[in-house]
């Protein structure tokens, strides 16, 4: 069993940051540990993946050089450091992950909002 806890969203104006927290427990290495949204009206989205080392990592192309995904495997915390925000980024972001690498996403942590203002 892994749980996922997501915290950091809020409210940013259009341009600015924010940096989303993913604290899990449970085994984490060896799966695909990512971020996923959904914006209101439309389907859950990809936004960003990678495995444990870091020698792995994807990002959907609408967030590509704006957001970055980590880990800090010591704490236990999975990170999106969201950069240059724009109002289409505007959704629930959820924390996620895999049974194993390669596998589509199993885990879901509760979610947390995240609105850019114009």
């Known amino acids: 069993q892994l749980q996922l806890v997501e915290s950091g969203g809020g409210l940013v104006q259009a341009g600015g940051s924010l940096r989303l927290s993913c604290t899990t427990s449970g085994r984490t290495f060896s799966r695909a540990m990512g971020w996923s949204r959904q914006a209101p009206g439309k389907e859950r989205e990809f936004v960003a993946r990678?495995?444990?080392?870091?020698?792995?990592?994807s990002y959907a192309d609408s967030v590509k050089g704006r957001f970055t995904i980590s880990r800090d495997n010591a704490k236990n915390t999975m990170y999106l450091q969201m950069n240059s925000l724009k109002p289409e980024d505007t959704a629930v972001y959820y924390c996620a992950a895999s049974e194993e690498w390669g596998q589509s996403f199993y885990y879901w942590g509760q979610g947390t909002q995240v609105t850019v203002s114009s």
């Open positions: 990678r495995n444990w080392s870091g020698d792995s990592i």
